[in-house]
Structure formats: C-alpha cells, structure tokens
C-alpha cells in the first residue's frame, strides 16, 4: 500500500502572485523549484519537512499550472516509511499536503477551493488528479 495524499486545488489568484511565495527555506519548496518555459506556464516544487510522528522526513511534490485568473495546484505528499511492514503513517502525508496548500493560500492571500482530495494515492488513482 501506498502512503501517498494528493490534492487539487484552485488558487484564486494569478500565477505569478503563487509563485512569488516558493522562496528557499518554505517547507514546500526547501528541495527543488522550476518554472517550466511553457504555455500555459507550469511550475514545479519539492519539499521535504520531518514528521515526528511518522519518524521520517516526509516529501510534497508540487505541480502549479496557469489558469486565466486562477493557479491550478496539484499536491502530492508521500514518504514516512522506516520498513516494509510499516503500513501508516498516522496522517502525516495528508497533513503535510494540507499544510502546504494552507500556506500558500495564506501566503497569497487568496481563496482556495479544493477540487479533489484523494488518499492512499497511487498510480491506479492519478485519473482523479488529472484535470
């Protein structure tokens, strides 16, 4: 079994406005950030962040994608497993993709409307991230 959580978001504010936040240092985007020279523009953000409670650092990939007046976010937190017989990781992949779409909703201020949220996400399941 997967330990993965993925959300997709939309953003209420412009493209431009959501990546201003992915600075070095945030928690979703401390390992890795790109804008990808594409139309429409698309972004991508790793993070890493330690969770106690799952023992482990814990990752959140990030996919951002311009919309005409709103940013498409697609979060993607997975990690937290010490063996093979570690089959939970007591919420902290979910809690870390909520964490990181709440901060960059605070952080731009903006208003946020999650569109799907799907757990224990795996490869059979991504269809229902696809926009």
């Known amino acids: 079994m ?3 959580h993925g959300l997709l978001v939309r953003v209420n504010a412009s493209f431009e406005r959501v990546i201003d936040v992915f600075k070095p240092g945030r928690e979703f ?3 890795y950030f790109e804008v990808l020279k594409t139309r429409p523009r698309i972004a991508i953000a790793v993070g890493e962040k330690y969770f106690f409670r799952a023992g482990n650092y814990l990752t959140v990939t990030m996919i951002l994608i311009e919309e005409d007046r709103s ?7 997975t990690g937290g497993r010490r063996g093979l017989m570690d089959f939970f990781d007591l919420g902290s992949s979910r809690d870390y993709a909520r964490e990181s779409i709440n901060n960059i909703c ?3 201020r903006a208003t946020c409307e999650v569109l799907r949220e799907v757990e224990y996400l795996d490869a059979s399941k991504s269809e229902l991230l696809k926009t």
């Open 29 to 31: 985007s401390n390992v």
């Open 71 to 77: 940013t498409l976010v697609k979060a993607i937190a």
């Open 106 to 108: 605070a952080l731009t």
């Open 2 to 4: 997967v330990l993965a």
